[in-house]
């Protein structure tokens, strides 16, 4: 595989996600419902109290920010960062919507931090880290800007073979077209998804009492049509693969994604397994940057 330009990659991420937006704001309900309990994680491994000032890196429409605000209350303050200012839009509205104050969302590539030394108390993250071209340096970048005491919580997705929700519209697509094996080296859903694979990193960049913990969920759907749409909709990633089938290739696909999801029903909904893994770190000594 060529070399990743980083610059390059930066940029379609930035368009990827920008182009999705407006579905992350329509599914905003089915993502609350199936994965705030990852939030409240984070906040609880973060340990953050009122008055903190907190860092989320990749917030997209407003997770975990937007209850980490609520958390530190109005003595404290969140910055929340991402690249795709459609996503950031989103969040914005929803922290307007609940009146906060006390949130500022900022258009940033969070792989270097435009922040001194010690400027937050804590960092949170969710979904974002496995798709940096460079996350040695992101972390490190991370330990950098916390402050000594302070926590990193993050959490990723764990293995393909957890994330039915993933896994399955993959597998059927490589049965029509030719997909190339995804480098694990390289940015990706599935990038950080072994046990280890964060924390080796935490631990190389001298974060301290390291854990790394997969926790399971599921994602519920009503019906194989509504996780169809919902995945084709917001599945940035996938997005790309479904544009590469023909409009025959396109019918039998989506039916053999809707029968294999149909096996994971549960009573009157769809309950497809997912499965995460949250890596919790502390930075223990001063800032030597
Ligand atoms: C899967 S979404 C997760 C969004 C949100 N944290 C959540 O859990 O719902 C990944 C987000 O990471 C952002 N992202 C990807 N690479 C980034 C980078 N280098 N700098 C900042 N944000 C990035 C994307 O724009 C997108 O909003």
Redesign the pocket.
Known sequence: MSPLDPKQY?EM?RQD?NRVAPAWEKWDQY?DQNLSFINYRLVGDARLRAGYRVLDL????G?PAILAAQAVGSQGSVVA????EG?LAVARRKADDLGLTNILFQA????TLPFDPASFDAVIT???LM??PDIPLAVTDISRVLKSGGYLASAVWSTADKNPFMRIPMEVIRRFIEIPTPDPNQPGIFRLSKPGDLMGIAEKTGLHGVTDEEVAGESLFDSADEYLANIKELAAPLQPLFARLSQGQRGEVEAEIKRAVNQYRRGDKIALPMAFRVVVARKLHSASF
Do not use: V
């Open positions: 930066i991420q996600w993502l990749g917030c997209g429409t997770y960062l991402d690249l795709s996503m940033e590539d969070i792989t969710r979904f974002c798709f940096l």
